[in-house]
């Protein structure tokens, strides 16, 4: 699976706000991830942007009256909605709102939504005075009540110079909250997925760590694969070193040390269904911390700053025996050797082991090659792919395993 946008067909909804021109990159990022995007233009909305802007990214007729002779979605609102897998309105202005909210159907957008029976989203985008109005909030509240989901809108300076919420959610993150909503109904529903990602720090004194090359963006893809089929994914991180943003409707939880890891692991995991241990976990610590940052003149001189170093206990022990444990083995020789010893040791369901010595699946690259073998003697060979098709991989051997449980 490429994208789970892959052949989708969303209607795209923009209404009159400045953030139109924002509107514009979800389209392209939609049609980029594979979807096909048919976008529907208020009379407010085609004021700042205008159709061939949407045609031009679409490739797509786009729809600005409810009854177009000339289109080929002969009565637009009734064609698009029976096709549509999504509708979403971003930006979506009060105006808009009010009228969903009371059920009005006196153009193509509002038409289009009453005729759905696909799933609605909304983000809106208007100034904070504006959003923070009682009229609005209760709209909004009568929208969430039917099932509409509602995205932002975010807190920062508006085009009117106020700072507060209004902002219309930034594309990027649009494109994580449609995927969760199409992945509602996957395979992985109902379930509680827990993955750790990063490399842990162990610190020597207040400025240094300890730490691995590990930069998370393959804990990070296996989060995103489990919430777009369905599941509610909990991502334990350290801080990337790339400042990887957490992916949207994600729950995070950002840990430093092995000792951090270990808790809010083990907390997520008293009703979780999944663990996916996907980050680089120090097997060392320093025995015995500085709690001042330590000088040059303080480390002996020639002789350099000698470190004693104690194991760390691994905790995978420690979790419930009700929870299907996946484990990953990041080798430089030995692979297969190496991550069946693991499998045995550690109590895994499978294991996930790549060759960190091959171009592409090192760590750093979006990129990676591995090898899926599970406790009863399987494995799986998979070519040279991005993280994201690794991690639908890894969710297609954690649906197995739920089913034998």
């Not at 509409?148 to 219309?168: D, K």
């Not at 241990?277 to 709690?291: E, G, H, L, N, P």
Request: charged share 20%.
């Amino acid at each position: 699976m490429k994208s789970a946008l892959e052949g989708k067909r969303i209607v795209l909804g923009v209404t009159g706000s400045i953030a139109c021109y924002k509107a514009v990159d979800l389209a392209s990022k939609l049609v980029q991830a594979g979807a096909e995007v048919n976008a529907v233009l208020t009379h407010g909305a085609s004021q700042f942007v205008t159709p061939l802007t949407f045609r031009s990214i679409t490739h797509r007729p786009v729809v600005t009256d409810v009854f177009d002779p000339t289109s080929e979605l002969a009565i637009e609102h009734v064609a698009l909605a029976e096709r549509a897998d999504a509708v979403v309105i971003a930006p979506a202005t009060a105006h808009t709102i009010a009228k969903l909210a009371y059920g009005m159907a006196d153009d193509p957008l509002t038409t289009t939504v009453l005729a759905t029976a696909a799933p609605v989203m909304v983000a809106p985008a208007m100034d904070a005075h504006m959003y923070e109005n009682a009229a609005v909030k209760a709209n909004l509240e009568t929208l969430k009540a039917r099932g509409v989901t509602i995205v932002g809108p975010e807190r920062g300076r508006l085009a009117s110079g106020l700072w507060g919420y209004g902002r219309l959610v930034e594309p990027a993150t649009l494109v994580g909250h449609i995927c969760a909503m199409l992945g509602k109904k996957g395979d992985l529903a109902n379930r509680t997925i827990v993955v750790s990602a990063g490399g842990t720090m162990e610190p020597i004194d207040p400025v240094r760590v300890i730490t691995n090359r590990s930069s998370g963006k393959m804990g990070y893809a296996i989060a995103e694969a489990a919430r777009d089929r369905g599941a509610r994914a909990i991502l334990v991180t350290t801080p990337t070193t790339n400042a990887l943003p957490i992916p949207a409707t994600v729950e995070a939880k950002v840990v430093e040390s092995v000792a951090q890891m270990r808790d809010a692991v083990l907390s997520a995991c008293e009703s979780a269904d999944v663990l996916i241990m996907a980050a680089a976990v120090s097997d060392f610590r320093v025995a015995q911390t500085s709690d001042q940052k330590i000088k040059k003149s303080d480390m002996g001189g020639e002789g350099g700053l000698t470190l004693h170093l104690v194991e760390n206990a691994d905790f995978f022990p420690e979790v419930p025996p009700s929870v299907v444990k996946v484990g990953f083995a990041a080798e430089s020789q030995d692979l297969l050797q190496n991550a069946k010893k693991k499998i045995r040791s550690k109590g895994l369901e499978f294991i996930v082991a790549n060759d960190i010595t091959m171009e592409g699946a090192g760590f750093g690259v979006d990129t990676n090659k591995v090898t899926i073998l599970d406790k009863d003697g399987g494995m799986l060979d998979l070519p040279l792919m991005t993280k994201y098709e690794v991690a639908h991989h890894i969710m297609d051997s954690v649906v197995e395993a739920l089913k034998k449980r």
